[in-house]
């Protein structure tokens, strides 16, 4: 049972304009929800992440919107360029104990020139 | 300073082979962690190891088995090898109250014929 749902698998957007990468959970205690960006034949890296007490973190180009009530989140990437293109990966984790991060299925983002 | 090294980068093995994948950070951190990634599936945790001495299975744990041989090294050992772990294999590294973030490695290529 996925317990973090990514949508959409795949995205191609023009350069210049917004990617946008949405994900559900289901588990309430998830009180940290970090993004990971993957480059092909490379780890993830963290991109950036946000804590369920604020509603919105901007890091650059970079935005995360956070819907408690909904426990949805998402990803926002602003004036999207060819090098944004890599694999996304939502994830969330109980902040507590071991830290195990639940992701994503993925979503492989395509910016076109 | 390397951060998470993984070794072999590629491996392939026959059927019922064993082998074990290799893990070091240098980052002094107490938890780490092995994952899997599979296409459409994300990542999936398969062992952690929220400190020196302890281990705990993860998600899929079925047909593997981990060793924290001190803080440093982390090793996951496939003790006869099948066709459905042929998968890309990630570690990664944390420290609990240093905000959350994983750190992984480059990640080792497994194919089982």
């Known amino acids: 049972q996925q317990q973090v749902k990514q949508s959409p698998q795949s995205l191609i957007v023009q350069k210049g304009g917004i990617s946008i990468i949405n994900c559900a959970y289901e588990?309430?205690?998830?009180?940290?929800f970090p993004w990971y960006q993957q480059f092909p034949g490379k780890g993830p890296a963290l991109l950036i992440a946000i804590r369920p007490d604020v509603s919105e973190k901007k890091e650059g180009r970079f935005t995360i919107s956070f819907n408690k009530s909904a426990k949805q989140f998402s990803l926002h990437i602003m004036d999207s360029q060819p090098g944004d293109s890599a694999t996304y990966f939502c994830a969330a984790s109980i902040q507590t104990g071991a830290n195990n991060l639940f992701f994503g299925t993925g979503t492989r983002l395509t910016v076109i020139p | 300073n390397a951060g998470v090294t993984q070794t072999p980068k590629f491996q392939v093995l026959k059927t019922g082979q064993s082998m074990t994948l290799q893990c070091a950070q240098d980052?002094?951190?107490?938890?780490m962690y092995w994952y899997r990634q599979d296409p459409g599936m994300g990542l999936r945790l398969i062992y952690y190891s929220a400190s020196e001495g302890t281990t705990d299975k993860g998600e899929v744990p079925n047909g593997y088995n981990v060793s924290r041989l001190n803080k440093r090294e982390f090793s996951l050992r496939l003790e006869s090898a099948a066709p459905s772990q042929t998968s890309v294999y990630f570690c990664?590294?944390?420290?609990?109250?240093?905000?959350?973030?994983?750190?992984f490695g480059p990640g080792t290529r497994l194919t089982v014929t």
């Open positions: 990664a590294s944390s420290e609990p109250g240093q905000g959350g973030e994983q750190y």
């Open positions: 588990n309430t205690a998830f009180d940290y």
């Open positions: 980052m002094n951190h107490n938890s």
